[in-house]
T-cell receptor, first 114, second 115 residues
Framework: EAGVTQFPSHSVIEKGQTVTLRCDPI?????LYWYRRVMGKEIKFLLH????????ESGMPNNRFLAERTGGTYSTLKVQPAELEDSGVYFC????????????FGEGSWLTVV | AQSVTQLGSHVSVSEGALVLLRCNYS??????LFWYVQYPNQGLQLLLK??????LVKGINGFEAEFKKSETSFHLTKPSAHMSDAAEYFC?????????????FGQGTELSVKP
């Protein structure tokens, strides 16, 4: 069974540009999460989808961040325009509620804004 | 509200020595507790989890953790460290499965293993 996959694994962009991160959850997982870790800080929750609906987006830092989940399958996280403080690792994770709700993480998308 | 505190951002042990990584939590509801590990240049891997069954939880790679409600702790241990255990370890707290799966992470503890 394939795990959570994220693309790109690494991205370097200039301040002011746009970046779109993609996440494919484990097949059959209705819950999809985005987290991020900026340099030296703890991993922080960004938002939670249940299928295609946003269940909780309390962690989204500002309106430069836009997350979507088309048809309840893969998800994208767009940062527009990117700022220096957006640099960090963006993790996607998924889980299925009718199991034990263990959350499985992807390998992360490492974003550097210069 | 929930929170997690990991005591010690860096821990160094000798190969073969006991590994003890400390985690204390705060939760207004019965918690689910997790330890994740991140090896260099890799993603987060689940080591073990506590979901209100046995208080002593065994995970992968010889790690285990004990849930102590009276001490609000969930410390991670391994009897004998191996060089391959060098990584960053994260403790996290969540809610029961019917209350959503959002996790609150601690600051992380980087484990170094000396030969």
């Amino acid at each position: 069974e394939a795990g959570v996959t994220q693309f790109p694994s690494h991205s370097v962009i200039e301040k002011g540009q746009t970046v779109t991160l993609r996440c494919d959850p484990i097949s059959g997982h209705d819950n999809l999460y985005w987290y991020r870790r900026v340099m030296g800080k703890e991993i922080k929750f960004l938002l939670h989808f249940v299928k295609e609906s946003k269940q909780d987006e309390s962690g989204m830092p500002n309106n430069r961040f836009l997350a979507e989940r088309t048809g309840g399958t893969y998800s994208t996280l767009k940062v527009q325009p990117a700022e220096l403080e957006d640099s960090g690792v963006y993790f996607c994770a998924s889980s299925q509620v009718d199991r034990d709700n263990t959350i499985y993480f992807g390998e992360g998308s490492w974003l550097t804004v210069v | 509200a929930q929170s997690v505190t990991q005591l010690g951002s860096h821990v160094s042990v000798s190969e073969g020595a006991l590994v003890l990584l400390r985690c204390n939590y705060s939760s207004s509801v019965p918690p689910y507790l997790f330890w994740y590990v991140q090896y260099p240049n890799q993603g987060l891997q689940l080591l073990l989890k506590y979901t209100s069954a046995a208080t002593l939880v065994k995970g992968i790679n010889g790690f285990e953790a004990e849930f102590k409600k009276s001490e609000t702790s969930f410390h991670l241990t391994k009897p004998s460290a191996h060089m391959s255990d060098a990584a960053e370890y994260f403790c996290a707290v969540g809610r029961k499965r019917n209350q959503g799966g959002k996790l609150i992470f601690g600051q992380g503890t980087e484990l170094s293993v000396k030969p």
